[in-house]
């Protein structure tokens, strides 16, 4: 299985709304990332775990809150989002943090803020 | 990490070779070069990546200069399906960042 699957795959939600994004990978990875991209833009990093514990945060809103319950699982947190977050959300893993080896990403979850 | 320079977009032929250049001036000694490539929306999917040496996989063959400024990705036989934006990213080896750069848009033209 090498997969990273995220869940919903499309979501929409109102400003005073409270969701979270799923990511979930049986690789045994122990780094696990999440990117936000906007149209027509490349992916921009916004938080890295790294053996369960968050590692890298991009000075990215606290509206937007991580958590990795376990080595499988990364969410993502929204609360108080604004129109401007509306944005394709992109999670990846990699097996560690002191490996020269590729990430690999999920399809993403659409998120829609109204 | 090691800024990325790539041309926006690029044209190619269906069947004929793709060779899609990044500079990357900056680099440093420990710092991969590795390329991943984005289908309409997509997820990223990795290609390949190098340290000095050149590397071929079944996806494509990855070309990186002597001085390591520079690199070219080359898709020998490229389709359709390989119409998609590509993206160059130099990764520090014992860190975990993956930044993207701007990318390079790639249409394959029948």
């Known amino acids: 299985d090498t997969e990273v699957t995220q869940t919903p795959k499309h979501l929409v939600m109102g400003m005073t709304n409270k969701k979270s994004l799923k990511c979930e990978q049986h690789?045994?990875?122990?780094?696990m990332y999440w990117y936000k991209q906007k149209a027509k833009k490349p992916p921009e990093l916004m938080f890295v775990?790294?053996?369960?514990?968050?590692?890298i945060n991009e000075s990215v809103p606290s509206r937007f809150s991580p958590e990795c319950p376990n080595s499988s699982l990364l969410n993502l947190h929204l609360h108080a989002l604004q129109p401007e977050d509306s944005a394709l959300y992109l999670c990846?893993?990699?097996?560690?943090?002191?490996?020269?080896?590729?990430?690999?990403f999920g399809q993403g979850t659409r998120l829609t803020v109204v | 990490d090691a800024k990325t320079t790539q041309p926006p977009s690029m044209d190619c032929a269906e069947g004929r070779a793709a060779n899609l250049p990044c500079n990357h001036s900056?680099?440093?000694?420990?710092?991969?070069v590795y390329w991943y490539r984005q289908i309409h929306s997509q997820g990223p999917q990795y290609i390949i990546h190098?340290?000095?040496n050149n590397e071929t996989n079944e996806m494509a063959s990855l070309i990186i200069t002597e001085d390591r400024k520079s690199s070219t990705l080359i898709l020998p036989h490229a389709t359709l399906r390989d119409t998609a934006v590509y993206y160059c990213?130099?990764?520090?080896?014992?860190?975990?960042?993956?930044?993207f750069g701007s990318g390079t848009k790639l249409n394959v033209k029948p």
């Open positions: 990846a893993s990699r097996p560690g943090p002191f490996m020269n080896t590729e990430a690999f």
């Open positions: 990213i130099v990764r520090v080896f014992n860190f975990n960042k993956f930044y």
């Open positions: 775990y790294s053996y369960e514990k968050l590692s």
């Open positions: 690789m045994g990875h122990r780094a």
């Open positions: 190098g340290l000095k």
């Open positions: 900056t680099i440093s000694g420990n710092e991969y």
